[in-house]
């Protein structure tokens, strides 16, 4: 049996990502997480949602199943905002 280790709290970096990657893809993750739960709430069809957004149906596809290496920070920014979503920037 493998020992258990704990996260560090970046699933990104657990893999082996590099500092950077790591949380950049962390970041990406939770925009589109958060882009897949406002289409939901708000959408029946992969179709309306793409409409909405001005995308093709093959980018909400992906939104769907998590393809965040699909989505710079900026798309996915500039996506919730279309959705009348505020994304909020803190570093520590």
Known sequence: MEPITAS???V????GFEPEEAE???L???????LERT????VRTQA????LLGVQQPR???IVRGRVERFSLDALVNMLAKLGRHVHIEVS
Not at 28 to 33: C, G
């Open 8 to 10: 560090s709290g970046n």
């Open 12 to 15: 990104f970096a657990d893999l």
């Open 24 to 26: 950049n893809l962390r």
């Open 28 to 34: 990406r993750a939770q925009l589109l997480v958060e």
């Open 39 to 42: 289409l939901d709430a708000r």
């Open 48 to 51: 309306e949602a793409a409409r």
């Open 60 to 62: 909400i596809s992906d």
